[in-house]
């Protein structure tokens, strides 16, 4: 596409927030209602604004990609983005938004329980609609689950801190606090993944004795292990008939994570590495009897630990400077593998790195900042992560179905900045005609 064709194509988009209330109207028409019915911690005779305000302008933080929350009320201390922020949400403000400070009092009281609740009611509607139906495989959802660190420093922020250790024992010992978050999200294709249940990895007291005399690695895997059991009871319970399959990392690769799984009904695919089960190893490369089709190769029945296991191993060729060079994958999965699935397996397999690329790393690096604290309290910290999720789903919806589909070019360092500019030369509800109206949200 030339230079003419690019201008052409940003033109089809005159105002880039009013093209996102539409995406969000379309795909979430009572997010704004959502955020009015979550229940307020604060005694109600002495709120200035409501909850319903806080959170929405949480959410439009999230979309311009604000990162700390000072710059948060500098930049939209302007008379026009308030007015215009009053329209998209449908509340009457006066001369100012929340200040930042209020902002944090409110997260720091309100319970995260309340916000899980509302990204799953977001997604259980979707899938109600049907409106991803074609991203599942075999007719199972598929949900990528992984970990993450919110934050890393010498500060020890809140008591829930986890600890890692250097130099242990020596004169030269440091501790280093970390905040980890196990993210569950829903594959809805392309370029989509919208978070489905968060669970964060906190110190509890009672693991940190049995930490002290465990690998960083062994440590890791317990913490996560944990998290991932809390988190499956907690999805099963929000959507206990829904049929999913599992995308996880090698981390997972243990007799306690299929157990739950198998008790779930869930099916999984999970990559493997040599060194995650032995046993299983050898008697993949015990058995001769390979089955291949292609660059796969798979066996199925491995018994281990009572339970069936079948390994898939798939080799992919690129050619890099006039020479082809060969990466191997392998996954174990409770999916019967045949010669009619297994390509489809691989290719479903490596959707995993889905989660790091159009979920870690764009929140981390492209579209904000998941790991600035804007908050050193536990419950707000978790607060400002959910609601990320929730803005950040928003705007790949508005990158896939208008910047994608009217060919729109643009950097992704450059699509926050651009949306939070035109907050200030949106027109006020009295300037817009009826018809225009429609594309602004009125909850």
């Not at 999984?268 to 040599?274: E, G, Q, S, T």
């Not at 089709?293 to 296991?309: A, L, Q, S, V």
């Not at 309290?377 to 990320?388: D, F, G, P, T």
Request: proline share 2%; glycine share 4%; net charge neutral.
């Amino acid at each position: 596409m030339g230079r003419a064709e690019i201008r052409a194509a940003r033109k089809l988009e005159k105002n880039p927030i009013e093209a996102c209330n539409k995406v969000q109207k379309k795909f979430c028409p009572e997010l704004f209602n959502m955020f009015g019915q979550i229940a307020d911690p604060r005694h109600q005779s002495y709120i200035t604004y409501t909850g319903k305000t806080m959170l929405s302008q949480m959410y439009y933080k999230g979309i311009a990609g604000i990162i700390s929350m000072q710059d948060m009320t500098d930049r939209f201390n302007k008379q026009e983005i308030v007015e215009n922020m009053g329209g998209f949400i449908g509340v009457e403000l006066d001369d100012y938004l929340p200040h930042h400070v209020t902002e944090n009092e409110y997260l720091e009281r309100l319970n995260p329980n309340e916000l899980q609740d509302t990204i799953q009611d977001i997604v259980y509607d979707l899938i109600r609609r049907k409106s991803f139906n074609n991203a599942r495989f075999m007719k199972e959802w598929i949900i990528i689950i992984d970990g993450t660190q919110l934050y890393s420093g010498r500060r020890k922020i809140n008591d829930k801190c986890l600890e890692r250790h250097y130099n242990k024992g020596t004169e030269q010992e440091t501790v280093n606090y970390h905040v980890d978050v196990l993210e569950a999200k829903i594959y809805f294709g392309s370029e989509l993944v919208c978070s489905i249940c968060s669970e964060f990895i906190e110190n509890n007291g009672e693991d940190a004795q049995n930490y002290k005399y465990m690998s960083e690695e062994a440590r890791k895997q317990d913490c996560e292990i944990k998290a991932f059991k809390r988190m499956s009871e907690k999805l099963k319970k929000a959507f206990a008939r829904l049929p999913i399959l599992l995308l996880i990392d090698s981390l997972y690769a243990s007799k306690p994570v299929m157990d739950i799984c198998n008790a779930n009904k869930w099916d999984y695919i999970i990559r493997f590495k040599d060194g995650s089960i032995p046993y299983i190893a050898k008697e993949y490369e015990d058995i001769p009897e390979k089955e291949c089709i292609g660059n796969c190769e798979f066996i199925n029945e491995i018994d281990y630990e009572g339970h069936k296991i079948n390994l898939l191993k798939y080799w992919e060729e690129t050619v890099e400077k006039g020479e082809i060079k060969t990466t191997a994958f392998q996954w174990i999965t409770n999916i019967v593998i045949t010669k009619n699935n297994a390509f489809k397996i691989a290719n479903t397999g490596r959707i995993r790195w889905k989660i790091e690329n159009e979920g870690f790393n764009r929140q981390k690096n492209w579209q904000g900042d998941i790991t600035h604290a804007c908050s050193w309290n536990e419950r707000a910290l978790k607060n400002h992560y959910l609601m990320q999720q929730i803005s950040d789903f928003m705007k790949q919806l508005y990158e896939h179905y208008v910047l994608e589909k009217f060919g729109i070019k643009k950097k992704q360092k450059n699509i926050s900045p651009e949306l939070l500019s035109s907050f200030e030369w949106q027109l006020t509800a009295e300037d817009i005609s009826r018809s225009d109206m429609l594309c602004i949200s009125t909850n």
